[in-house]
């Protein structure tokens, strides 16, 4: 399935917010066009998402400050939320793992096979981070051209979490992330608190039927609790 189906799949005719697409009314040709279109200003993206046909947010590169509101309690978290671009993005997520520890959690999180808004999450209490990172490189380009897989990883004793999300964004929440910035300077992704992320505008999504095969081996090999999701998505 490539991005056409999954455009289809998941919009129909009608944007995110139930408005017209900017999709609508493109001939085959021009649509090809505009997926195929990798790289904006210098700035390359994976095979796992594309912005819209208005280009409504034009995907750049940079970092923004910005808070996450836990509903339950109405608590808030600080977050950055970090656009990188293709030839940066697996080694920058990488080197944001270092400040987790030596021992954190994993979650994937995975929208294969659903026909609803949202995704599956399945945990993994307790992993070396060396041992992570090793798995997690056999599964690089999946992770990083998969438009239906996520990976987040946290430590709850600092409680701060690194997310390498659907749409290709790192996403890293708790307090005292300055040690977080200091990476990323340290692959030149600058801050820009004008900056808007691609799924702040409508936006597609692309994945395969390999893809979807290899993220349940990806959760075997983690080691993960799998019975729930195979069984809601078959």
């Known amino acids: 399935m490539g991005f056409k189906e999954k455009f289809l799949g998941m919009f129909g005719s009608k944007s995110s917010k139930g408005t017209r697409s900017s999709f609508d009314g493109l001939t085959k040709y021009e649509l090809d066009m505009h997926l195929a279109i990798g790289e904006y200003y210098g700035f390359k993206l994976t095979q796992a998402i594309r912005p819209s046909c208005d280009l ?41 793992l270092d400040p987790l520890g030596e021992i954190v959690d994993v979650v994937v999180e995975t929208s294969h096979d659903r026909d609803v808004v949202g995704h599956n999450d399945i945990y993994r209490d307790h992993i070396d981070l060396p041992v992570l990172e090793s798995i997690m490189e056999g599964y690089r380009e999946q992770i990083i051209n998969d438009g239906c897989l996520g ?16 749409h290709k964004l790192l996403i890293i929440y708790g307090e005292k992330l300055a040690k977080y910035e200091r990476v990323l300077a340290t692959h030149g992704v600058q801050c820009d608190e004008r900056i808007k992320f691609i799924n702040e505008a409508e936006h597609v999504h692309s994945t395969s039927d390999r893809y979807a095969e290899e993220t349940k081996q990806l959760i075997v090999d983690l080691g993960m609790d799998h019975d729930g999701w195979w069984r809601d998505s078959s």
């Open 56 to 96: 409504k947010v034009v995907p750049s590169e940079g970092y923004r400050h910005d808070t996450y509101h836990y509903e339950d309690d109405d608590s808030q978290v600080p977050i950055l939320i970090v656009a990188a671009s293709r030839e940066k993005l697996w080694n920058l997520f990488i080197d944001l």
């Open 151 to 166: 990976i987040a990883v946290l430590n709850p004793d600092i409680v701060q979490e690194v997310q390498f999300n659907e």
